[in-house]
């Protein structure tokens, strides 16, 4: 079939096509807002948060313990009704060095998103393919010394301005190697 | 008789204005694990496949399909979304079980119509981006126009249509389920706020969250797990034009091919006389009388007269929305027509309580995707004690 | 109930370019047109229409199913459009096969579709609300974050070098180079251009990457009775799967896609293949980034665990090799309109698989080919396997 055609449809323009005013075209933008119920699970978590304490929820049948909580185990779906406070310390499971915001503009010192395994939840092993892992930024690090299995901490905002979301964690901090 | 796919488990939860006490996630999880109870089956063991139906901007995620396996007892198994009303997921359903591969298929749907704030600029981002939304209408605007067309064809009245209204919200009395249950009368319709004339506001159904969640399985394992199967015995689905210009405005060509592709597999052929009962598109009032009259249940122009005859009444002839439909139990978006086919499940297992209809063996199910599509899907089914 | 047999019997795509004239219909028809020429049929001998797209944010469309249908030939037809994310483009012909292997079906024409360039100022952007809305979204992520953190994981966990991952994207856009319609070939492209390629998240930098664009690809598939009339080149789908894993991703080990695997055997399965290295003979697993190739590699039972990378150092992936990967050039080559590249990928392996790939023809006239999807939160995988 490709082997017998010659054309294909598809007719490529360029940024001087639309400069030129070649291109006609329709801009418009999405009103869409949102107010997303919490809910149980996750309600209880951005309350903790808000106290400073990160809540994992733990299943007494599979015997294990991950964070953000949820109110049904989906492994087993027995209802899972118990949270746990984790220490807001942790492991680097993996992380990225990125050069581009998230609406693709270019910064010169990067973010540095990471999975992090917090102290007290699951964690990966030969018995276990679950984890109590987050995703969230690192910071007060040079990016250079960052690796996986570097052991952080949690830098909260002042209990003042905390308003009960992720974000009440400013970033994960490496631990002083003492504490490691 | 068609004996290949079977309903074997319901399950239902939410059915209010706002649920602010769960998440999405957990409204949804309700509805499952009440329909998996119902049908005594263990998602993680006895399921093999889940269909849920959803649109990102009603959800606000993008991929939204993301999010759907852990709170169905879905994770890491085979599970698919597709955007289309609750019965083209149950139209998946069936054809996967049909295929021969899978024995017990899960569908789920949900509305967490409250959390939406801006509800109408998002539906009106549904139309034409180029031809049709810089006039910058309300898209309710396609159902005035076509209500209009199809008076001015059909010789039905506004009168009406404020019937279907009271109709409805008065059968949603009787059902538990349903939000906005009244009594009203015609004069109180069309007295109420018009919303794009000749369609008023009163005569338009009003979002609610829920989620409905529906197990289905083949005719062997049916046989095995259930003692009171609804069997599927056809089911269609069909488009229209995608674009205002182009489409008809009195008649629902696409309802009509839908059902005749439904009515082929179940047999049936006069559906006045071989079905019993219907729950069909009521999102907006004249929609009723109009999907009537395309399912064949009556001629083009009668569908007025036999309701204001007392036909369409929990016990007339042949009661349709006897549930309350989506004007008396509130829309539930794309779940709402997983809510008509849990609500002619019910009445086929003669579990609908108080709104029951007497001696029921076949009931036929009809939705349709809103404002701007052309996008609907029917379904039959039978309790075979017929 | 004895399952149907299902062919494919005629494909079409467009050109996949940055940004296309055509409108998401347009593009659509394109495509489905070609595909219906292509096995002289018209859409009076169409029962139904599969379609696919991911997001409606690139288009700012909602319900972009509907609004697509007419182009993509669903006027007065049944029309579905399935939606597994990044999966979509090899999970519409799954939809396809269930809609005749259901037979209710004896004709459906499956399109996949995708417009990213409309989305102002960067497609990029409209990945923010793939994120958990309360938990994810307030910390800004861009997409290339999760790919990178799996990358990260992956290469980390099994002692992989970048410049040996760097061979894939080498591989595929050299591949590329032979197809019409790709956006990113290059006969001349090597590792050290990877290597010095801009860093967007380390480990991943711009030629680790696959282009967004525009396109849209098409497949007519045919239950066996109609196939057997229309063609003597029927290349029939053996086998399908799909696996979603859980959304709580944080929560997995991201060095091994255990979707692909349970997806892969769910395919394997039903097409009773036992030791895919040997039954498979040609491959198109999905390559939006160079090291999500090895990773599907092994999740498909292709290659051990972290042992992917070998077959192309050892040149079998290469089209002359004993496994072929991705000789159309795959999304890095080709371009990366998401549902659409998906499905080009099955549409390759149809053309390979009736010797028509033309530059591309990989030799030894492969008998069995395999195509996978990936998508959602590093999470879903979609399989067929087809054979002649």
Known sequence: MTSRINHFPGTSLNEQDFADGKVLFVHDALKAEYAWDTGIAIGTYLAGLKRGVILGAHCRHCRKTVVPPRTVCEWCFRPMSEYIPLQDTGTVNTFSLCYVTWDVRRIKEPEIPAVITLDGASQLGPASLFMGGIMHKLGEVNPEQVHIGMRVKAVWKPEKEREGAITDILYFKPLPKEEA | MNKEVAIIGVGWSGFHPSTPEVSYKELMYAAAVRAYADAGVDPRRDIESFVTVAEDFIEGTSIFDEYVPDQLGAALKSVHTITGDGLHGLATAYMLIRTGVFDVVAVEGHSKASNIQTLDSIVGHAQDPVLNRPLRLNTHFVAGLEMQRYLHDSGSSLEQCAAVVVKNRHNALKNPLASYSANLTAEDVMQGPPLAWPLGRLETATPVDGSVVIVLASGRKAAELSDNPVWIAGMGWCNGSASLESREWSTLPYVEKAAQMAYRQAGIGDPWDEVDFAEIDDTYAYKELQSLEALGICAFGEAGELLMQGAFDPYGEFPVNASGGSLGVGHLLDATGLHRALEAVLQLRGEAGAHQIEDVHTGLVQSWRGVPTTSAAVAIFDNQEG | ?388
């Open chain 3, 1 to 388: 109930m004895g399952m149907r047999k299902v062919a494919v019997i005629g494909a079409g795509m467009t050109k996949f370019v940055r940004r296309a004239l055509e409108t998401p219909k347009e593009l659509s028809w394109e495509a489905a047109k070609m595909a219906l020429d292509s096995c002289e049929l018209t859409m009076d001998d169409v029962d139904g229409v599969c379609f696919g797209t991911a997001p409606d944010a690139f288009d700012g469309v909602h319900m972009n199913g509907e609004y697509c249908s007419d182009g993509a030939g669903a006027w007065n037809k049944p029309f579905m459009r399935c939606f597994v994310g990044g999966g979509t483009g090899v999970f519409v012909p799954i939809q396809g096969w269930y809609h005749v292997a259901s037979g209710l079906f004896d004709v459906v024409l499956v399109v996949a579709e995708e417009k990213m360039s409309s989305y102002y100022p960067h497609a990029q952007a409209a990945f923010l609300t793939i994120f958990d809305h309360t938990t994810e979204r307030p910390l800004k992520p861009n997409l290339l974050w999760i790919f990178a953190l799996e990358m990260n994981r992956y290469m980390t966990t099994y002692g992989i070098r970048k410049e040996d991952i760097a061979r894939v994207s080498v591989q595929h856009k050299r591949n590329a180079a032979n197809h019409p319609c790709a956006l990113l070939g290059e006969a001349n492209i090597t590792v050290e251009d990877v290597l010095n390629s801009e860093v967007l998240a380390w480990p991943v930098q711009r030629f680790d990457v696959s282009p967004v664009s525009d396109g849209a690809v098409a497949l007519v598939l045919a239950a066996e009775h109609v196939a057997k009339r229309l063609t003597d080149k029927p290349v029939w789908i053996e086998g399908v799967g799909w696996h979603l894993d859980t959304a709580y991703w944080t929560n997995r080990d991201l060095a091994y896609p255990r979707y692909v695997e349970y997806a892969a055997k769910m395919a394997y399965d039903m097409a009773g293949i036992k030791e895919p290295r040997k039954e498979i003979h040609i491959a198109e697993p999905y390559d939006p980034f160079d090291y999500k190739a090895l990773h599907h590699l092994e999740g498909l039972q292709l290659a051990e665990r972290g042992k992917a990378i070998e077959l192309y150092l050892s040149g079998a992936a290469a089209p002359d090799g004993d496994l072929p990967i991705c000789p159309s050039g795959g999304l890095l080559g080709v371009g990366n309109p998401i549902a659409a590249a998906g499905l080009m990928k099955v549409a390759e392996l149809f053309w390979q698989l009736r010797s028509e790939a033309g530059a591309r023809q990989v030799p030894g006239q492969p008998r069995r080919g395999l195509a996978q999807a990936w998508g959602d939160l590093m999470q879903v995988g979609t399989v067929i396997v087809m054979g002649r």
